[in-house]
């Protein structure tokens, strides 16, 4: 059964780009709270600071999002051809 390539690359964006969110919405109301995931996601996407503000917030998020999709379109892409 081959996996829907448009479809798993948006169900791995929206979730990638939901968990940034949540854990920097998290970290805003909690200050202190994921801070670690966030400075390490700080380190992979440039342009993205580790700061309590929701444009950082919103910034990462779509980020996540435009990543999960092509990390997505690459597994499901890669499973269709290794089946």
Same mark, same amino acid.
């Given at each position: 059964?081959?996996?829907n390539?448009k479809?798993?690359?948006?169900?791995?964006?929206i979730?990638w780009?939901?968990a940034?969110?949540?854990?920097?919405?998290?970290?805003?109301m909690?200050?202190?709270?994921?801070? @670690?995931?966030?400075?390490?996601?700080?380190? *992979?996407?440039? =342009?993205? &600071?580790?700061?309590?503000? $929701?444009?950082?917030? %919103?910034?990462? @998020?779509?980020?996540?999002?435009?990543?999960g *999709?092509?990390? =997505?379109a &690459?597994?499901?892409?890669? $499973?269709?051809?290794? %089946?």
């Amino acid at each position: 059964m081959d996996l829907n390539i448009k479809s798993f690359a948006l169900a791995a964006g929206i979730l990638w780009g939901a968990a940034i969110l949540l854990v920097g919405l998290g970290n805003i109301m909690f200050p202190g709270y994921g801070s @670690a995931f966030l400075k390490m996601i700080a380190s *992979i996407y440039p =342009g993205y &600071i580790h700061d309590a503000s $929701y444009m950082q917030v %919103l910034f990462g @998020a779509g980020y996540g999002f435009v990543d999960g *999709i092509i990390g =997505g379109a &690459i597994f499901a892409w890669l $499973y269709n051809r290794l %089946l």
